[in-house]
């Protein structure tokens, strides 16, 4: 198995050959887990000073479903509704691939700096988006970065949906509301 350090380095650095080496390593699975808690984690303890321990695993928690629902529907609408011809995957590739997406947030741990929260969260975002269009435009072997970009964001408006649903209804019976 490859070294994690050295694993998670290249997907930050969005090394194509990296995500297509997680994306045949079925050994992987556990470190692109490993990679979303920790990425998660950090967002926690940078966001620490609002939500405090409580917050951080409950960052952790939402991040690993966030990252199923979202690699799931990404396979779903990469190889069901928008396949290239070549395109041949399943859904371990997409965790496998997405989870390594992570990677770059591992920087909002920078965001317990007063005056760098906005910063470190901004610049995790988007350096996170673009890996994770890297990570799927590997996985789903689509020559158009412009198809893994499309497939990117219809997945994950998809996902916060449905994740924005599970939240509400989860706090609708905790509160003993009726919805």
């Given at each position: ?29 556990g470190?692109a ?9 950090a ?16 960052g ?37 691939t ?42 789903l ?18 996902q ?9 209804l ?7 509301v009726?919805?």
């Amino acid at each position: 198995m490859a070294d994690l350090k050295d694993r998670i380095i290249r997907a930050a650095k969005l090394d194509v050959n990296l995500y297509e080496e997680v994306e045949a390593d079925k050994n992987a699975l556990g470190q692109a887990m490993t990679v979303v808690a920790l990425s998660s984690a950090a967002a926690g303890v940078g966001a620490s000073l609002q939500g405090g321990i409580e917050g951080i695993f409950w960052g952790v928690i939402a991040a690993l479903l966030g990252w199923y629902v979202w690699a799931y529907i990404t396979y779903i609408i990469g190889t069901k509704f928008f396949p290239e011809p070549q395109t041949e995957a399943d859904l371990g590739q997409l965790l496998r691939t997405t989870g390594f997406s992570s990677a770059p947030g591992l920087i909002r741990v920078l965001a317990i700096v007063p005056g760098l929260t906005v910063i470190a969260f901004l610049a995790a975002s988007i350096w996170m988006l673009v890996a994770m269009v890297v990570a799927v435009r590997q996985a789903l072997d689509y020559s158009s970065t412009y198809r893994a970009v499309g497939v990117c964001l219809l997945g994950w408006v998809v996902q916060a949906l449905i994740i924005v649903l599970f939240f509400y209804l989860l706090g609708e019976r905790t509160l003993g509301v009726e919805a």
